[in-house]
């Protein structure tokens, strides 16, 4: 999802340079940074800290400690941010020590998305350019502050390495030893940031510096946390959205050894117990009578005739070039066609948890989330607390990919820890997480195509429904019936489209909660616009890379990937029957990738993903091997999503309960991933949604390559691809 325009609908953060570094000068008792304003106090900072600020403080020990205002929860976030702020510091990675930074919109606000979270794929785009300065503006302070103890022009010393060097002396004094003096320097009036050539760590590949912890152990994630006297509970929550608890017999639960409360609310139940084993005995043996409500009846298919519908009418729109209609009526060939997307679990690794110590006058809580601040103010809702008595504790995230951008697992928490004395942590098992997600959008798209005797557009209309996360996460972000996540992908396309008309028209489903899943609305747009521009390139029976290539004349750095990813894989060379290449294009984060996917379809139509190439101009590489990384586990997510993503619902209730009806592309399946990049002068783009929405339609174009069947609705189906008997 794109969001950097939102923050000018949810907050204004913008303060001069000259105000933020006089600002950051008057504070006295230590070297104080500001890199997100307003400027604030650290809530971890000591006397020994020498006055540190928000987010950078240097203590007289020398070690750079970054209140880190986005998570990590895969990406290499907590290596290549550190790396910005080392780089212009010119201190060694090993100096930086980072943590957790507390909920506090003002102070860690996400500046592209105006709230304190992480995640469209932009903590290094939100990032890149702040914390340089703030990095360069420490190091010419730092050499300031030297050169009036020495008594010497500042000209004359170079900061390395965590000190300051008086090159005609060699005399050296390090930075623990300047904080004091450095905060009661005056500020620059410009900081100059290092050209590209000066750069010793940016563009290296940088070993992970959370790695060590989680290879020992001693990392720890939300569901690791264990206050003294916590209890384990794990709950049923009720089958069926809108459902509420009819009645419950909890006579044998309370009779399994560990379980010591069962918690009663007017839609799920809780089993409070010593230990996980105990409390999931104590769940099965609960017999529970649900209200199904109003849903009890829906299905998938319910809500797809709904969306369909929506796009027979006119809906808002996205986007405008020429003359559509008029340029259809005269195409040579019209092309039409219904695509289709499902709703989509998350099922990350580390299990949904939360835990909770609730008083009566003060509420704490540990967890894993995307959005701290949030969880913050919902929780204190839950609790009937004010917020500055909520106490959030954050910690490493096992997998997020959005599902914890929202606050629903702590609200829940709360209200069971509200009836439980002492600290207790909740645990969805897997089936309650799959079955009570917040999932990615059902979408329906409406497309269609006029191409002049050539075989070249003339004309491109798209009319799609499904769900608005933003309108219902942040919803002054969604306006005139359009906002940047359900957008993107689906217009500004790279291709030259002399005439386009793109309508969106919202529809929410009743039954099923929706929520970002990564690459969002791309995961779905790209899907539909790479799959049909195939469409178009078979019908003017033309190469897909030849016909795609002929219409970017307006976009070189699209064309730049798109030749090289048809380079690298060997791109119009024969392969055995059954199998096929497809090519996808996209410019989605910030970033421009093209994808080659090639797959192997056998006679009983299933389909195995032999090798992806991927070519990525993402601007200014931070640290080449976060890069590869990000692509090779985007590409495996978005291959599962292909080849069997898919929620489902009868009877209002989630068919898929666990990974073998949700099933994982396992390792054995997992194909061979090589990854490129064009060396580009530019400011970072986005990495860690990219690979995800490229890839579906990359598969989905092989496997017409290979077989001659275009699939428009996913994940794949085999029954729809195995040879006659």
């Known amino acids: 999802m794109i969001l950097d325009r939102i923050i000018s609908c949810a907050s204004d953060t913008n303060l001069s340079r000259r105000s933020f570094l006089a600002t950051s000068a008057a504070a006295g008792g230590g070297l104080v940074l500001s890199l997100s304003l307003p400027l604030g106090r650290s809530e971890a900072a000591t006397a020994e800290d020498f006055a540190p600020n928000a987010f950078i403080r240097i203590g007289s020990d020398g070690q750079v400690v970054l209140t880190m205002p986005y998570v990590e929860m895969g990406q290499g976030t907590y290596t290549s941010i550190p790396m910005l702020i080392a780089e212009e510091l010119d201190v060694s990675l090993k100096q930086v020590r980072l943590e957790h930074a507390p909920p506090n919109e003002k102070l860690y606000v996400n500046p592209l998305l105006g709230v304190q979270a992480t995640g469209n794929s932009n903590a290094m785009r ?148 010593d230990h996980m084993g105990a409390a999931k005995k104590g769940l099965e043996a609960l017999k529970i009578e649900w209200d199904d409500g109003q849903n009890a009846t829906l299905a998938t298919s319910d809500i797809a005739k709904e969306l369909e519908q929506a796009t027979l009418g006119s809906g808002a729109v996205a986007q405008k070039i020429g003359d559509a209609d008029k340029a259809m009526a005269g195409a040579a060939t019209r092309l039409e066609a219904i695509y289709q997307v499902p709703f989509l679990a998350h099922a990350t690794m580390e299990p949904m948890n939360c835990t909770v110590h609730y008083r009566k006058d003060e509420c704490e809580i540990w967890l894993g989330t995307q959005a701290i601040a949030r969880v913050q103010s919902f929780a204190a809702k839950a609790a009937g607390l004010p917020v500055e008595k909520v106490i959030v504790h954050n910690h490493l995230l096992g997998g997020g990919f959005g599902r914890r951008l929202e606050a629903d697992v702590a609200v829940r928490a709360v209200e069971i820890a509200r009836q439980v004395d002492g600290p207790v942590k909740v645990v969805w098992t897997r089936e309650e997480d799959i079955q009570h997600d917040v999932y990615r959008p059902y979408w329906f798209d409406r497309i269609s195509a006029g191409l002049d005797e050539q075989g070249r557009p003339v004309a491109w209309k798209n009319h799609y429904a499904g769900s608005s996360v933003i309108a219902r996460w942040l919803p002054p972000a969604f306006a005139n019936g359009l906002d940047p996540d359900v957008t993107e992908g689906a217009i500004n396309l790279v291709y030259d489209f002399p005439n386009l008309h793109v309508e969106y028209s919202r529809v929410e489903p009743k039954g099923i909660a929706t929520g970002f899943w990564r690459s969002v609305g791309p995961s779905h747009n790209v899907f539909v616009t790479e799959s049909f521009i195939d469409e178009m390139a078979a019908a003017a029976k033309q190469d897909p890379v030849a016909y795609r290539r002929a219409l970017l004349g307006k976009s070189p750095r699209a064309k730049a990937v798109l030749d090289l990813a048809a380079e690298k894989s060997g791109w119009g060379q024969p392969l055995p029957k059954g199998s096929g290449r497809g090519v996808s294009l996209q410019n989605v984060f910030g970033s421009y990738l093209a994808q080659v996917a090639e797959v192997e379809v056998a006679k009983d139509g299933s389909v195995r993903v032999r090798r992806i190439v991927c070519a990525m101009d993402c601007g200014t590489v931070v640290n080449p091997d976060t890069v590869q990384a990000q692509l090779q586990s985007g590409a495996i997510f978005g291959t599962t999503a292909a080849l069997y993503g898919e929620v489902t619902l009868k009877n209002g209730r989630v068919e898929q309960t666990n990974f073998d009806t949700y099933q994982m592309v396992r390792m054995n399946e997992a194909p061979a991933i090589e990854v490129y990049t064009v060396k580009s002068p530019e400011p970072p783009g986005g990495m860690g949604e990219t690979g995800t929405s490229s890839i579906v339609p990359g598969i989905a174009n092989a496997i017409f390559a290979a077989t001659g069947k275009r699939l428009r609705k996913m994940p794949v189906d085999p029954n729809v691809l195995k040879e006659p008997v």
């Open 126 to 273: 939100g990032s890149w350019k702040r914390l340089r300065e703030a990095g360069a503006t420490a190091r010419i302070i730092l050499v300031a502050a030297a050169a009036t103890r020495w008594g010497v022009d500042a000209k004359t010393c170079r900061a390395q390495d965590g000190e300051v060097i008086h090159v005609p002396s060699g005399r050296t004094l390090k930075y623990g030893e300047l904080a004091t003096e450095a905060a009661k320097m005056p500020a620059p009036a410009g900081v100059a940031l290092k050209s590209p050539d000066e750069f010793k760590l940016i563009g290296t590949p940088a070993k992970r510096l959370d790695t060590p912890a989680k290879v020992n152990g001693s990392a720890v994630y939300g569901i690791d946390a264990r206050p003294p006297g916590v209890k384990i509970a794990t709950l049923a929550q009720s089958p069926v959205s809108g459902g509420r608890v009819k009645s419950v017999d909890d006579t044998a639960a309370m009779s399994v050894k560990g379980v010591r409360q069962i918690v009663r609310l007017d839609d799920a139940v809780a089993v409070v117990a």
